[in-house]
Structure formats: C-alpha cells, structure tokens
C-alpha cells in the first residue's frame, strides 16, 4: 500500500466528504456559472439541473475511494450489497413510512391550521426520488456510513452524516421544496430542511444497520424524497412551508427517538449497547 493510499484509508472519511463536496458544488457551479457571470438570478430550471449534476459527487468519489482503498474486492461487496433483496418484509414496510407521515402531517394541518397545506398529488415527483435516491446511496450508505461508523455509534455516524447530507444541499436549497424562491425565510427553510433529513438519515441507518442492504437504503431514499416531491402543496408561502418542514422534522425525530430508545446508540436490538 502506497503512501497515497494509506492515507486515504486512514482519513476516508475525511477524504471522502472534502471530494464529495468539491466535486458537487463545482459541477453545481459550473451549471449556474454562464447566469453568475451575466450577473443574473438563476432561473429555476438552472437550479433543477444542478441538482443531477451533484449526484456525481457522493457516487463517483465512494466507488472511486471503495477502488483505492479496498481494491476490486471492495467494489465486488459494494455491488453486493447493492442486491441484497431477501430481508424480512418489516423493512420493506419501511419505505411507506415517509410518505405516510407527510400525508399525516399535512392533512392535520390542513385541518387544524389551514387548507393551503392540503397534500399535493403530483405523481411524476417519484421521478426526482429515483435518480437521488439509486445514485447518492452508492456513496452516503455504501462508503460514508461505514467509514463514519468505524470509530463511532451507528447512531452518531449517521447524525453526523445526516447534518453533511443536509449541508451538501446548500447549492440548491432555495431550488427545493415548492415556495421558491424562500426570500427572507430562507435560512429557517434550510434549518428545517436539514434536521427532517438528518432525521432521515438514521431511519436509513437503521434499515441499513440491520439488514446490511444498499439497495433498501436506495428505496426509502426514494421513497422519501419521492413522497417530498409528490405531496408538498404546491400553495404555501416559504414561511409556511417551513413550517410544515419543521413539524415534519420534528415528528421524524419522535419516531428516531422511540427507534434509539428500543434499539440503543447501535442501531441495532442485537447488539444494544
């Protein structure tokens, strides 16, 4: 093992996240860059065109990593594990999750708060969930959450991996959701957005954790931002779809609680500790 490659195996993680990001945000650049340079805003089909382009960071920068750093053996598990199917049928119950708590949050505000917050239907929205989802978790699950867990618990790998799963959004942020642009109530937009997804994150960890699956890891990634796309209502203004972020987050951390509480800090009832 050269000097190179030791120390990419000795700061995977590090080093992944410094090329994940370095690669997304200067692909997300290179996209907005021709309307930066006019000194334009940027329409919103250049943000949506961001957003592929950032999915060659996470994927691209974990095989690449997988191949340096564990050779051709390495990328044969990662595919492995990318086919693993035979799992009890609990975890494949899992993938509902997403979409039935966004119903249930929007519907109780709908009735409670305000009909502007009825769901959408919007059933070409599962199209954005698929490529986010099959090509991130090739890095975020297939490489990241292993390097983060070498040294920590599951459950902070996937806190911390779930706050940098948030923060690689930035590029694109004011892009997301249905209220854009979110003007003044951006920055409480992006808080939000940020703890729903680090919430998420350790749902995924915990489907992962037990079933050693990328490929579930793949649906309930679909599954949720799939479900964001399809039932966001498409009325609310930036503020009360902040709002209804935060209350989403805030119900996703109540399920990560009782998940914590049965399961401990790894994950997993086997091996509670």
């Given amino acids: 093992m050269n000097r190179l490659t030791a120390t990419a195996a000795r700061y995977r993680a590090v080093v992944y996240f410094a090329l994940t990001f370095m690669v997304s ?32 960071g996470p994927s691209l920068i ?12 390495g990328l044969a598990t990662l595919f492995s594990r990318m086919l693993v199917a035979r799992v009890s049928g609990k975890w494949y119950a899992l993938l509902l999750l997403a979409p039935c708590l966004i119903l249930s949050v929007l519907l109780v505000l709908e009735k409670f708060w305000s009909p502007v917050f009825a769901p959408n239907g919007f059933l070409m929205g599962v199209l954005f969930g698929v490529p986010a989802g099959f090509v991130e978790e090739i890095g975020w699950m297939g490489f990241a959450f292993p390097a983060l867990s070498r040294q920590r618990s599951a459950f902070s790998a996937a806190v911390l991996l779930g706050l940098l799963w948030g923060f690689w959004h930035l590029p694109v942020i004011d892009f997301l959701g249905t209220a854009t642009p979110h003007g003044s109530h951006l920055l409480q937009y992006f808080f939000v957005f940020v703890a729903a997804m680090t919430a998420m994150r350790v749902l995924i960890a915990w489907l992962y954790t037990n079933t050693e699956s990328v490929l579930l890891s793949q649906l309930m ?34 399920v990560v609680a009782l998940v914590v509480l049965k399961n401990g800090v790894q994950l997993n009832l086997q091996r509670r500790s």
């Fill in 221 to 254: 990634h679909v599954s949720s931002t799939g479900s964001l796309v399809i039932l966001s209502p498409p009325g609310v203004t930036a503020q009360q779809e902040a709002l209804w972020y935060g209350v989403y987050a805030g119900v996703l951390w109540t």
């Fill in 62 to 73: 974990g095989l690449l990593l997988t191949r340096i750093i564990e050779g051709t053996s």
């Fill in 25 to 56: 945000w200067i692909g997300a650049l290179a996209v907005a860059l021709p309307h930066l340079l006019r000194h334009e805003s940027l329409p919103k089909l250049t943000g949506i065109l961001m957003f592929p382009v950032m999915l060659l």
